[in-house]
């Protein structure tokens, strides 16, 4: 019985410290990388709703690469435009684009390194490679 018992226990020993190594907190970079990611998601879902204000065609292009030195350029010109302030959608983009570009700034200063500074790369989104099956 004894054995048995040292077995269970190694086993759940093993299998929490297997769940702890992957529920790690998030880093800086990841935490960043995530959040781009979703606003430009919400961005493209928000230009092809059909129920939204004519003006969301107006807004700057919100394509996000954080590690493009003007990411942050762009991410001030975004919540600084002055247009869609009666739009919930845009007033929520709005906000996670502000606590992006702190988040950078602030936060993920010294953690984060950028690739590149070419501003025209943030105005044509690169399509992602097409997978073959």
Same mark, same amino acid.
């Given at each position: 019985?004894?054995?048995?018992?040292?077995? @269970?226990?190694?086993?759940?020993?093993?299998?929490? !410290?297997? $769940?702890?190594?992957?529920? +790690?907190? =998030?880093? %800086?970079?990841?935490?960043?990388?995530?959040?781009?990611?979703?606003?430009?998601?919400?961005?493209?879902?928000?230009?092809?709703?059909?129920?939204?204000?004519?003006?969301?065609?107006?807004?700057?292009?919100?394509? @996000?690469?954080?590690?493009?030195?003007?990411?942050? !350029?762009? $991410?001030?010109?975004?919540? +600084?435009? =002055?247009? %869609?302030?009666?739009?919930?959608?845009?007033?929520?983009?709005?906000?996670?684009?502000?606590?992006?570009?702190?988040?950078?700034?602030?936060?993920?200063?010294?953690?984060?390194?950028?690739?590149?500074?070419?501003?025209?790369?943030?105005?044509?989104?690169?399509?992602?490679?097409?997978?073959?099956?």
């Amino acid at each position: 019985e004894l054995p048995t018992m040292k077995m @269970l226990l190694l086993l759940i020993a093993l299998l929490s !410290a297997a $769940l702890l190594a992957s529920a +790690a907190p =998030p880093t %800086c970079y990841s935490r960043v990388l995530s959040l781009s990611k979703e606003i430009t998601d919400s961005f493209k879902e928000l230009q092809t709703s059909k129920t939204v204000d004519s003006c969301v065609e107006t807004l700057p292009r919100l394509y @996000l690469d954080i590690h493009n030195y003007c990411v942050l !350029a762009k $991410l001030r010109d975004f919540v +600084a435009y =002055p247009g %869609c302030d009666r739009v919930a959608e845009v007033n929520e983009l709005k906000e996670k684009a502000r606590s992006l570009y702190t988040i950078l700034i602030s936060y993920c200063r010294r953690d984060l390194v950028f690739l590149t500074d070419d501003c025209n790369a943030l105005e044509i989104p690169i399509s992602p490679p097409i997978e073959h099956s």
